[in-house]
């Protein structure tokens, strides 16, 4: 028996606005109780939460207490492996209550942290947006989180018509299911579009050096000063108290581009595996297959319970995939589902873009600069001791991001998967990037990782293992 289409309203999604709050996210708590809490976060410089007493109450309390944790950790020259009880209490508490990590998730830092300037206008329009709270207060910062909330309020509107689109294709029609895909590909153009603006206001020396820090989380962090995580001190004995090791916040948090990838039937594979029965992993991706294999699912562990929820009941009850395959004569259904494929690869082709521009090439420069400042040093000391060095091979890292996986690969490889629904094969020959190990076509990420050596995402501030955040999407 089909499993019934979600009423979004059980799930805290809404029609007008998707996974972002219906209404704009609380610019205070109303209550005085907590004015403390707004004047901590009104600069960045326990308590009970008894007097909570709505969702939105929550949320913001959770997204305060977020910012704090981040800027209490990171703020000084070495960043604090022990948070203390006046913070951890309340975190832990909100978070227990939102199904939340104690970390400054996406929900943290973008969903619940926004306003409209204009409330009686479009929400969905960078004009009209902003947000409430950043950890550096600059331009770069607030630009580099609008554009995930634009993105968020625009792709709101691909949910009831793609859930429309799977009840329609439950009654077999055809007509009904085409439309909605066409309306897919559009909103999914229009999304591209909004994606390519990034570069507007946020400059990627700035977010490399400056914002990207704050949004570290706990793990594989060694290299940051923190190789064994972080200690939420509950004010217990110490003995029980525990390291825990969470990711960074990352676009791969949210719940709007898991959405697409479901109910187009996307599916994923280990890093570096080919569609094939075996899908056995290339050499390199051995070491990182049960970490890589389930990365995607696994940032639903820090997605808002009911949102992640949501997603377990839409990749129930998906069916346009199979529903296309079954009516692939009908030629205006399959162009309209391959058109959705094209658009959401572009999207991933835009995204493999900003990495390139605001992590490989930012860490390029400072991985040249450190060695060449540690050239300088060495050789120095060896004039002043008479010795003349050996030339020393440069020692080579994987850059790595959210899920400890190199990201650069695995974006690609999402962008390539994007495209094996394909019906009709001329555009899956399209899509696909892979033209054979001789005749490969290398786009701008390859070129200057092969340029560089930098093959991904830096999760942490040195080029190593990390899963410290970025914001990018999956």
Partial sequence: MNRSIPILEDYAVSPQTGFLSSIPPLQRLPNSYYAPWERIIADLQGLILNKLTSEPEWRRAYSILAFITHAYIWCGPKPASRVPPPVTIPFKQTCAHLELPTVASYAAVVLW????????????????????????????????????????????????VMLDAISAARSNKIDTVTAALRSFAEILDDLGMLLSRMTENCDPYVFYNRIRPYLAGSKNMGDAGLPNGVIFDDGGPMYKQRFVQYAGGSNAQSSIFQFFDLVLGVEHRVTGTKPSADSTPAPQAKKTATSSANFIHDMRRYMPGPHARFLAHVAEIANLRSFVEDHAYDAELSVAFDACLAMLSALRDQHIQIVSRYILIPSAAAKKAKAAAVAAAEKQKANEQGVELALRPAEKKTLRGTGGSALIPFLRQARDETSEPAVQGWVKRLLNKEKGDKGKVLDAAERMERKTGCPGLAGVWSADEGESGGLCYA
């Fill in 113 to 160: 942290n926004w306003k409209p300037i204009f409330p009686a206008e479009d929400s969905s329009t960078l004009g009209n947006l902003d947000m409430l709270h950043t950890f550096t207060g600059s331009l770069d910062e607030k630009w580099f989180y609008l554009v995930s909330v634009a993105f968020e309020a625009r792709g709101a509107a691909a949910i009831p």
